[in-house]
């Protein structure tokens, strides 16, 4: 299952900008009123609220999102579970929402709202909205393969409202340049299909597609050769990273995030994006993020990120801390009257969130007010034998040897305090 990415503005931040505007107006009047010889006062009075909103509006406003999509609905570490059959409307851009900002309103009345500008601000970077762009083009497909075909044809011939995966499509439409009428994902496959094939296909009246695709797949393996010997003598700048876990089986490998999606499911277009991705990296490695991947012992595999827990963190030392149980499933909120859904599709249980380390507060204190309720979460080792907990850190986040064997003293001391068995924890140590 693809997850989507992204920083986005806070739906409260626009508050923030009322206070701006709003606040000195209402204060001055009074302020001249009660203290008309202070001028010092009145000044005060109107730029106090301006500096207040502006600071808030900075620190308050930005927020972050990881979404997975599904055949029946999508969740939203921000907003939560949202069905298909729960969406009343779908809004693109508008006077306060830049494009490929987009609005989803449910049928509880409730909205959700992505605010995201296509140049960058403060609050989301242009990998960001390329990443909610692509997010958006598959929700689309997704919706318009969920929607029951008798209603899209209905509101055609009546001219009633479009139903909502219709109005998604018109807003994924014009938050593409006009040229673009297939979904990005596929519009980057067939531009690098071209570029690199499009002569040699032009010059034939009939175009091989099993050629093709082995052509692809072939440049597909000596990209991955040639991006490991990269990766390698890269990871040597990168300096020690560290794993602290109770799956013995388990790895932490620093790795570039690279898509290598398939957004078409066309066998010729399978690896063009991944190959574009794998090129841009052999040529320019440093324009790439590297991550720390988690490779389970069952095989899954997991970057290690922050959370929506992690909005307002400004530490420039963190550490990251991940909780998966592959043998328990959460059941996702289900609508009073919608179908039963078998419980082997239920979503794995697997939390993680950054742990920022400041000055002002110990390793400890920090572990424990990363996450709601640590204490029992960590109570969990002891409860279930498939409980898997996994500490993260590394030298290009501030992270030493010695710091983050205190992080696993600390964590071992919390583990006790819940009569957890920490003799099964292992400490891991790569590229020191």
Not at 5 to 10: D, I, L, R
Not at 153 to 160: A, C, D, G, K, V
Not at 403 to 428: H, P, Y
Request: glycine content about 6%; proline content about 5%.
């Amino acid at each position: 299952m693809h997850l989507f990415s992204f920083k986005f503005q806070h739906p409260s931040a626009l508050r923030y900008v009322w206070l701006v505007v709003l606040a000195p107006i209402v204060c001055v009047v009074p302020a001249i009123l009660l203290v008309e010889d202070n001028v010092a006062l009145i000044i005060a009075s109107v730029f106090a609220p301006i500096v207040i909103g502006f600071y808030l509006l900075f620190t308050k406003g930005k927020a972050q999102d990881e979404i997975s999509l599904d055949n029946s609905g999508f969740t939203s570490a921000f907003f939560g579970r949202v069905q298909f059959n729960e969406i009343k409307a779908v809004k693109g851009s508008s006077l306060f929402m830049d494009p490929p900002s987009i609005r989803i309103e449910l049928n509880n009345g409730r909205k959700l709202t992505w605010r995201i500008t296509s140049k960058g601000s403060i609050y989301n970077s242009v990998e960001d909205a390329e990443t909610f762009l692509r997010f958006t083009a598959e929700l689309s497909l997704k919706m318009d393969a969920w929607a029951p075909r008798a209603q899209v044809r209905q509101s055609t011939l009546s001219y009633e409202k479009a139903p909502p995966s219709e109005q998604l499509r018109k807003v994924v439409k014009r938050n593409r340049k006009p040229a673009l009428v297939i979904p990005i994902g596929a519009a980057f496959a067939l531009l690098a299909l071209v570029r690199t094939c499009g002569k040699d296909w032009f010059k034939r009246d009939d175009i091989n597609f099993a050629q093709i695709a082995a052509q692809q797949e072939e440049k597909y393996q000596s990209n991955i050769g040639e991006a490991k010997a990269v990766m390698s003598e890269y990871l040597k700048r990168q300096g020690a990273h560290f794993l602290y876990t109770n799956d013995t089986a388990a790895r932490a490998e620093l790795l570039p995030d690279i898509n290598v999606s398939d957004p078409t499911g066309i066998a010729a277009f399978r690896h063009t994006e991944a190959n574009r991705e794998l090129e841009a990296f052999i040529e320019n490695p440093d324009s790439f993020r590297i991550q720390t991947v988690i490779i389970a012992g069952d095989g899954s595999v997991k970057p290690m990120r922050g959370s929506i827990l992690n909005m307002n963190d400004s530490a420039d030392v963190q550490l990251f801390i991940r909780f998966y149980d592959p043998q328990q499933r959460i059941a996702p909120p289900r609508m009073r009257g919608a179908a039963p859904v078998d419980s082997s599709e239920f979503p794995v249980f697997d939390v993680m969130t950054g742990i920022p380390l400041y000055d002002t507060l110990k390793i400890g204190g920090a572990i424990s007010e990363s996450f709601p309720a640590m204490h029992m979460m960590l109570a969990q080792v002891r409860h279930r034998s498939s409980f898997r907990v996994y500490l993260t850190g590394r030298e290009k986040d501030g992270i030493s040897e010695t710091l983050f064997r205190n992080a696993v003293r600390e964590l071992n001391k919390q583990l006790a305090a819940v009569k957890a068995d920490t003799s099964g924890f292992v400490v891991k140590m790569y590229n020191r």
